[in-house]
Structure formats: C-alpha cells, structure tokens
T-cell receptor, first 111, second 114 residues
C-alpha cells in the first residue's frame, strides 16, 4: 500500500515563508501533487512534480526528491488568505493511475 | 466553463437508510473519482470511473458503490448507512490520461447519518 506523512499543523507569520513537507512510501511512484483546501471549500490543485527538482508557480513552489521519497510545498510572501489545509497526493501505477492523499497540513497565517 | 457540480449539497439520513449522490464533471472530462473526507483522515479514495467503467477502487466495504453514465455524470450509492459514514463526499473530474496529475473537485455533499 501507500502511505504519506505530513505535519498536521503549521503556523507562520504574514509575509514570511513556510515549507510544508511530505514523505511517502509507495511502489510504482509516478508523481506528487499538492492541493489547497479552505474550510468549507473544495480542494484545488496547486502543483505537480514528476521529476526531481523545483517547480515554481507564482508565490508557490513545489520540490521533489524521488531518491528520498520526499517533497515539499513552499509558500512565499504569506498572505492571510493562505490559511488553509494543504494536501500532498502521490500518483502511483498499478494498471491504471491511482491517487493517494495525505491527511493534510493545516496552515494558520498570523498577522 | 462550468465546474464540477454535486447534488445535493447537504443530506441528513438515519442509520440503515441508503443514499445516492450525484456528480456532473466538467464538460469534456471523462474520468470521475469519488473521495470520502472526514476530520483527521484526509481524503480517502472510494473509486474512479472512466467511460462508464470502474477502473480503480479503494478500500471501502461493498455498501459503497457507484456508476457512470454515457454523458460522464456519475452517482455513488451507500446502502445500510452507518454513523461512521457521516462525511463530506467529494467528486473530482479529470481529462483522459491525466487522472492523477490534476483533478478538479466539486463542492462536495455533506452527509450526516443520525
């Protein structure tokens, strides 16, 4: 089976930088995705890494190290609206593409 | 382009009853996945449908079932409801061949079992 580990909660100051880590154990790994979910809302896609390295999308960046089975989401210039839960999700093989989500990291941005 | 829609948004049922939830994917998306979300458990994968065929299934009992229609709309059914089935049920659609890279989620159906 697959398993993912993320910190349950992170608190950071507005304007700062925060990193949310995700470690995974899986077979047939294809890639790692990140989703954001505000309270009461639906998850929305942020980024996807299939290869080692950093992917940047505006204030958000995502990193993957396949050899370490590890990735992270980096949020820069934090804004109050970034307060949300962040989920990593692994894409694995097995006949057809499958997805397993982590339990999520609740980010609280404080003034 | 309209997003993923789910109906109903809220549902209250009692133990032993059954329930059917509906999901309309984004136009052109043929893959629909269902997830159960509960506090502290994250998103648990239920099943995925593509072209009216279930091609992936998560680790849930047989009380949970689903289907997909020729227009890609999908339904999931839960029979003999239990208190533990209270959760937010999310539907997500994606383009062909891109299921696990980027999924577009609907607002969810909040199911409460009393």
């Amino acid at each position: 089976g697959q398993s993912l580990e993320q910190p349950s909660e992170v608190t950071a100051v507005e304007g700062a930088i925060v990193q949310i880590n995700c470690t995974y154990q899986t077979s047939g790994f294809y890639g790692l995705s990140w989703y954001q979910q505000h309270d009461g809302g639906a998850p929305t896609f942020l980024s996807y890494n299939a290869l080692d390295g950093l992917e940047e999308t505006g204030r958000f960046s995502s990193f993957l190290s396949r050899s370490d089975s590890y990735g992270y989401l980096l949020l820069q210039e934090l804004q109050m609206k970034d307060s949300a839960s962040y989920f990593c999700a692994v894409r694995v093989s097995g006949g057809y593409q499958k997805v397993t989500f982590g339990t999520g990291t609740k980010l609280q941005v404080i003034p | 382009k309209a997003g993923v829609t789910q109906t109903p948004r809220y549902l209250i049922k009692t133990r032993g009853q059954q329930v059917t939830l509906s999901c309309s994917p984004i136009s052109g998306h043929r893959s629909v996945s269902w997830y159960q979300q509960t506090p502290g458990q994250g998103l648990q994968f239920l099943f995925e449908y593509f072209s009216e065929t279930q091609r992936n299934k998560g680790n849930f009992p047989g009380r949970f079932s689903g289907r997909q229609f020729s227009n890609s709309r999908s339904e999931m059914n839960v029979s003999t409801l239990e208190l533990g089935d209270s959760a937010l049920y999310l539907c997500a659609s994606s383009l062909v061949g891109d299921t696990a890279r980027e999924q577009f989620f609907g607002p969810g159906t909040r199911l409460t079992v009393l």
